[in-house]
């Protein structure tokens, strides 16, 4: 789905309409890469829209800017703000978020010294970003031809919009042959995390994921669904992934805000398990999807409504 349903934009302070939320083609950010966004998502619950882990995402957008160095001009009070008040313009009831921060018009050096930073806020309606038939089906994959850039390279823990090329080629190359998603390897063979999710195995009715020893962005997903396994007394192993660990792997999920709990259903044409989505995935997902939806008071301090009370 496309913006349709967005009308309003929240840029630098104002909501403005989405036709005059532009830049400049000089902009910094456009020629290098140089921002750093968050991905959130809102749900429908009965008290109203409700932002998942705000604050979590909010920590991670400010986490981002200060190892590129870029200072936000605005509070994390101030762009929380912000959130609530693109989704109540856009009358959405449940929509995806992105903030983004970045250097706009000033000079192309690289350093961009005297570059303003420029901060927008857009929400519009999404469907989980592997497909909404997949949360069930699952999805097929494959061990992509391109390496995860190294976090001695750029660092996996941000997520910094230019290191989004690496996912890109991985994506389009994964489409290209006929799969869903890609997982990127690292260097030395290890698994690293797909395109835009991070990746766990259930292994002897173990879940197995790897943490940012390895080069992942450390997912606001990721760590809910941890929190759930515990809350499951399903025990979680966090430790490198190997290819091996995924052939053998009973089942196999991917997280993230955009894609939400999917299953992998194959890998390179070899069905994961039974080819099917388990019943451990089935179990998180369960859950996940009762706190998303604010009907598991446990989890109720992960939402946060967009009218009024916290
Ligand atoms: N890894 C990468 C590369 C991502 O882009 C994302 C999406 N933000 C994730 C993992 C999952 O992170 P989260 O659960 O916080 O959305």
Redesign the pocket.
């Known amino acids: 789905m496309g913006f349709e349903r967005s009308e309003w934009v929240w840029k630098n302070g104002e909501i403005v309409p989405w036709a005059s939320a532009t830049l400049h083609i000089s902009s910094h950010a456009l020629h290098y890469g140089s921002g750093v966004f968050e ?1 959130i998502r809102c749900y429908g619950t009965q008290a109203g829209p409700a932002l998942f882990r705000l604050d979590a995402h909010l920590a991670r957008l400010y986490n981002s800017a200060a190892v590129y160095r870029i200072p936000i001009p605005y509070t994390a009070e101030e762009l929380a703000s912000a959130t609530c008040e693109v989704i109540r313009q856009n009358r959405l009831r449940s929509c995806y978020v992105r903030p983004l921060c970045f250097y706009g018009s000033y000079s192309l050096a690289v350093a961009p010294l005297r570059c303003p930073v420029e901060v927008g806020t857009l929400a519009w309606p999404w469907e989980p970003l592997l497909g909404a038939a997949n949360i069930e089906k699952g999805v097929r994959v494959t061990v992509s031809p391109w390496t995860k850039l190294h976090s001695s390279m750029l660092p996996a823990t941000a ?1 910094a919009s230019g290191q989004y090329l690496n ?1 890109m080629l991985a994506l389009r190359d994964a489409v290209q042959h006929g799969f869903d998603e890609a997982i990127l390897p690292e260097l030395d063979g290890k698994l690293a ?6 990746i766990f195995l259930v292994r002897g009715g173990k879940l197995l994921t790897n943490d940012e020893e390895d080069s ?2 450390p ?4 760590d809910s669904v941890i929190r759930i396994a515990h809350d499951l007394d399903l025990a979680v192993e966090v430790r490198s992934l190997y290819p091996d660990d995924l052939l053998a792997a009973e089942e196999a999920f991917c ?4 894609s939400e709990v999917t299953p992998i259903r194959e890998v390179d044409g070899i069905p994961v398990g039974k080819g099917v989505r388990g019943p451990v995935t089935q179990q998180i997902q369960r859950v996940f999807y009762e706190a998303t939806s604010g009907r598991n008071p446990k989890y109720d301090s992960w939402l946060k409504l967009v009218e009024g009370r916290p």
């Open positions: 991905g997520k996912s995390e797909g395109s835009g999710e991070n992942i962005l997912g606001v997903t990721r997280t993230g805000t955009a």
